[in-house]
């Protein structure tokens, strides 16, 4: 691993996490005053980490499975790409977009952190900063993407991706067959946040519908 993953800017972890402290405490006051239920909270903060977000991600995903232009956009300048969708990284953060194929799955990973493409996939998952993924995803990929319920074939290449505050990564999956006359729209719905970090691939159409 070359030493330019060690010079990371920790100042989004830090705001992540007073973020966090805030919503906490008003989580607190307002539980105590019977006015929310702690369980609609977690429904919530669930929406935003699994659909709200990541539909950004998606829709990055549905457009380039749908345009090959801006595929290949999307694979010279990620950065430029997905902004021209709208969305940007809060720090300026480059973007790089690592697509799968036939023979080779991408996986994301912050050995060092937990820097995440925040723009296109909103909240990160926790197991996404925990030490065991973060240390195991280099050591064992195959092993961490089949505890996710993703058997790869064996001869299927696994590349993993160390993101840095500078740089975040997004997985564009394969498209699935039989999605040829779905829109964008209906292509974003096949795409997961765990397609887009690599421990899940698109779900086909009949699965979603």
């Known amino acids: 691993m070359s030493d ?3 010079d990371h800017d920790h100042h989004h972890d830090n705001r992540y996490t007073d973020m966090q402290a805030r919503v906490k ?23 935003y980490e699994t659909r709200v977000g990541p539909r950004n991600g998606a829709l990055v995903v ?32 480059h973007m790089r977009a690592v697509f799968n194929t036939p023979d080779t799955h991408n996986l994301i990973v912050c050995t060092l952190c937990s820097c995440y493409p925040w723009a296109v ?7 996404y900063k925990a030490p065991a993924y973060r240390s195991r ?15 790869l074939p064996e001869d299927k290449k696994i590349r993993i991706w160390d993101s840095t505050a500078e740089l975040r990564y ?21 795409v997961s946040r765990d397609a887009m970090i690599g421990t899940a691939i698109a779900a086909t159409p009949r699965v979603a519908a």
């Open 62 to 93: 549905a457009r380039a499975w749908a345009d090959p232009d801006f595929a290949d956009w999307l694979k010279r300048d990620a950065t430029a790409a997905i902004a021209s969708l709208g969305f940007t990284g809060r720090q300026g953060e």
């Open 121 to 127: 996939l909103g909240l990160p998952p926790v197991w």
């Open 4 to 6: 330019h993953h060690h």
């Open 170 to 190: 997004i997985v564009i999956p394969e498209r699935p067959d039989g999605t040829e006359a779905m829109s964008e729209d209906e292509l974003a719905d096949l």
């Open 25 to 47: 405490a008003l989580e607190t006051v307002l539980t105590e005053k019977g006015l929310i239920d702690p369980t609609a909270i977690d429904a919530i903060v669930e929406t």
């Open 137 to 151: 995803a280099v050591i064992d990929p195959r092993g961490v993407i089949a505890e996710f319920g993703l058997e």
